[in-house]
């Protein structure tokens, strides 16, 4: 079975940068994705990308901010997130894609925005 874990949460202020990244056990040639959850709203697709690295798509409201990137080696995916906003703030979730969605998902990571 699939495990995905991530870790990198944290609270910083506005205009600050972390690093989230996601472990994945078992085979890992699959796209990948990141999304978050704010207190009170639905999941919103934040990054996503192909098993070779070589495509990337992201969400308007963090382009330009956030870089997502993998390392198929140590089975890692990971979501560089510069210049913060409050508006940031969500559980961050990573996610496997597998046949024609995101089964996947792992447990979720806090990131915390103060102004």
């Known amino acids: 079975q699939v495990q995905l874990v991530e870790s990198g949460g944290g609270l910083v202020q506005a205009g600050g940068s972390l690093r989230l990244s996601c472990v994945a056990s078992?085979?890992?040639?699959?796209?990948m994705g990141w999304f978050r959850q704010a207190p009170g709203k639905e999941r919103e697709f934040v990054a996503t990308i192909n098993w070779s690295g070589s495509s990337r798509d992201y969400a308007d409201s963090v382009k330009g901010r956030f870089t997502i990137s993998r390392d198929n080696v140590k089975n890692t995916v990971y979501l560089e997130m510069n210049s913060l906003k409050p508006e940031d703030t969500a559980v961050y979730y990573c996610a496997r894609w597998v046949g024609r969605q995101f089964a996947d998902w792992g447990q979720g990571t806090q990131v915390t925005i103060s102004s």
């Open positions: 078992g085979r890992t040639m699959y796209n």
